[in-house]
């Protein structure tokens, strides 16, 4: 008998509520699952969050032992950041649906609403694959919007989905639905009813669990609402001292410290270091029920004798700054802003850190190889890389570079002008339509504290960054998988 492929989980952090309701194992019997997909690909099931910072993972693994995200630490590897190719909810999302940057999907910000084409799902569903979308897709979807290619079963929320309760959800049946019960507990218990239904089925499953945790402004469940949350700032880029170094644009909106200033937040009057404290506070208390809901999913594949057989990927469509180089918000290019991974199953080592250059290019056909997805068409149009041939790579990736589209987020108060960049494991270059720009040798400087941008002892430096911009915006596929000149590498 063949050995079964390994399940994959890919979780994209996923909001969940109502810890007792989520414990009871779902679907299909263990002896039904396993005489029915003895010979059958792996599962893959992904669960993504919302603006979720690079250090919220570990701070809610560490608030819940033995909870979800603390068994994918304890089993997996984790990626310390997934640097993002456009550091904003729906280019992200497209992204990890595409393996492709913003300038080949074509979605650049969050409207209007754009759809895809040749994506992930539809991979999956012609190779055999069920698959199951609920939660928060793209942030303009709504009812009247079509029903993206690719879905077994398709159940996202599709207006509100900002409140806990009041939110609107489309049925299986593509009827609008209301539902009374907290939005987290909704979406856990849709997810695990598609994981169930496909395996009874006798089919690989692909289910896409996307919640709308921990964006900024959610309330978490009443079991949480209370939970403590130690916090200090350790970024030495905390509402960064000197700001000379950087871009007018910055310069100008925070001319001084935030922390000589007050912020509202909720109905307070704090300083930024009160705001971030609030804000990383509900973040992290939103995600407990994220981590519920994983600890969930993980105890149904566990029942059903799959979970020794099962990738589970948790990550987030962008990262957050709180006050890092004095900004907050999204759509930065910072590395404060950008989210971390977390991967365990088969491939990738339990208990593990590895400094691997993985990007949000790479979520797409990391999942397409490990289910056996990842044709000749499908790797012609990646510009990402699958994380296992990262992982296997002597160089750990760290020969390659990403093409970077800073965006103008004109739906928020942001100063930031729209950019592009490119980024090597040892370079930044940002170059913005004001005509600023900003260079870093992260090598020397990891936290972006002083950018080199007008140094003469980087110009020549400048100029090869300059070219391989040039050459990361227009690149597609193949080409944007070739290595960066080795100068610029390391």
């Not at 977390?342 to 491939?347: D, F, K, R, V």
Request: one cysteine or more; proline letters at 7%.
């Amino acid at each position: 008998m063949r050995v079964p492929k390994p399940v994959v989980v890919v979780a994209t952090l996923l909001i969940m509520t109502g810890a007792s309701a989520l414990m009871a194992p779902l679907g299909a019997t263990a002896a039904t699952s396993s005489r029915s997909r003895a010979d059958a690909a792996p599962n893959v099931v992904l669960v993504m969050a919302d603006d979720m910072r690079y250090d919220d993972l570990d701070r809610v693994a560490d608030l819940k032992p033995d909870g979800g995200f603390d068994w994918v630490r304890d089993h997996g590897t984790r990626f310390p950041k997934l640097w993002t190719t456009n550091n904003l909810c729906c280019p992200g999302r497209s992204t990890v649906l595409t393996g492709q940057t913003s300038y080949n999907h074509g979605v650049f910000t969050n409207h209007p609403y754009e759809e895809l084409h040749n994506t992930l799902p539809e991979w999956l569903q012609g190779a055999g694959y069920c698959t199951g979308f609920t939660g928060k897709y793209m942030n303009a979807y709504t009812a009247s919007k079509p029903r993206p290619r690719g879905w077994t079963y398709w159940e996202p929320l599709t207006a509100k989905f900002g409140d806990e309760i009041g939110y609107s959800v489309m049925r299986r049946n593509g009827k609008p639905s209301t539902p009374k019960t907290f939005i987290t507990d909704h979406l856990a218990a849709v997810s695990r009813q598609q994981l169930a239904d496909c395996l009874e089925e006798g089919e690989p499953a692909f289910v896409a669990l996307w919640p709308y945790a921990p964006h900024f402004g959610s309330d978490p469940e009443p079991d949480y609402a209370n939970v403590g949350v130690p916090w200090e700032a350790t970024d030495p880029t905390f509402d960064e001292a000197d700001v000379t170094d950087k871009p007018e644009w910055l310069q100008q909106a925070f001319p001084v410290s935030r922390g000589e200033s007050q912020i509202t937040f909720r109905d307070l009057r704090l300083d930024a270091r009160g705001v971030a404290a609030n804000a990383i506070q509900l973040n992290a208390r939103t995600l407990l029920s994220v981590d519920d809901a994983l600890r969930a999913l993980i105890d149904d594949l566990e029942a059903e004798h799959e979970l020794d057989n099962t990738v589970i990927i948790l990550t987030s469509d962008n990262g957050y700054l709180f006050f890092e180089h004095r900004l907050s918000g999204k759509t930065f290019a910072y590395e404060a802003a950008q989210p971390a991974l977390w991967i365990a199953g088969p491939g990738f080592p339990a208990g593990a850190t590895t400094e691997a250059f993985a990007t949000n290019l790479d979520v797409a056909p990391t999942i397409a190889r490990a289910a056996g997805a990842d044709g000749r068409p499908q790797r012609a149009r990646w510009d990402g890389r699958p994380i296992q041939a990262v992982l296997a790579d002597e160089e750990l990736g760290h020969d390659r570079y990403l093409p970077i589209y800073v965006t103008d987020f004109a739906e928020s108060d942001d100063p930031q002008p729209q950019g592009d960049g490119v980024r090597t494991w040892r370079y930044k270059y940002i170059r913005y339509e004001d005509g600023s720009e900003e260079l870093y040798d992260l090598a020397q400087d990891p936290y972006e504290e002083a950018s080199l941008a007008a140094d003469p002892s980087y110009a020549s430096v400048k100029r090869d960054l300059e070219a391989l911009l040039a050459k990361a915006m227009e690149c597609r596929g193949r080409a944007c998988r070739t290595p960066a000149p080795e100068h610029l590498q390391r």
